[in-house]
């Protein structure tokens, strides 16, 4: 818990220093994310590297991996059709392209700029970005009520990266290879998926 | 994607050679945890220095934070009845 307000604490403080600061005094490159993530990723595999018990279970899981994204997508699309029903101005297929981001904001609601305006473009992509802090910020809420794989559902796509170390610690490395898994296959869905229900 | 891969396959080789250090091991939830700080940290800048998110955040994010919320408890739902029917096997390594 006091990790999780640490990292929110850097992200207000991220927000508030990007709104305030003028980019002529300090540049802070998009590329620098990208860097950061890669860092990251490469720990990651280093933690994986040092415990071979990783590569077992994914010997041993086989045809069972598959069912992770599988749930994600089926959990997803149950969820945002509920909630369907609040919203006036938005149909369940738009809700349900929203969700089928699975958290993949930049390409998911480019997408849905494209296809359906602006507005829907912005909702899909504030909610994808919120899906993925919320990943970062409850997952440890998330493994106590909901299990080991749940971060890994609620990071849908960013399973395989942005959420792939806050999932790690979590939910353990053992999870780290079906958390890859799932992101994967969700991350290569996503466009198909979208323009299914647009 | 390409990036990703090449990144785990790269750290997963160093840390099958290194696997034996320890003393190195010790440290890497820890500059782990500092790098998840970053990302974080840059996540927010660029959120903030966008305009269009800034001003459109309190209008549409409250939609867009019903429908987060809706995907994020449906896939624990299900995935928490996947991980009972297979996957409560798998132990994670207490220290």
Known sequence: MKSSIIIVIFFALGIFLGYFIDESIIFVSDDLSTYALHFLLFLIGISIGCDLKVFRIIKKLHVKILFVPLAVIVGTLLGVAAVSVLFEDITLNECLAIGSGFGYYSLSSIYIT???????GV???LSNIIREIITLVASPVLVKYFGKLAPIASGGATSMDTTLPIITRYSGKEFAVISV??????????PFMVTMFL | MNTVLICLILGSLLGYIIREKKNFLKHLDKITFFSVLALLFLLGFSVGKDPVIIR?????????LILSVAAILGSAIVSFIVYKLFFKDIKADEK
């Open chain 1, 181 to 190: 898994f799932s992101g994967t296959v969700l991350t290569i869905i996503v």
């Open chain 2, 56 to 64: 459109n955040l309190h209008n549409l994010g409250l939609q867009a």
């Open chain 1, 114 to 120: 494209k296809i359906s305006g602006e507005v829907l």
């Open chain 1, 123 to 125: 909702i899909a992509l």
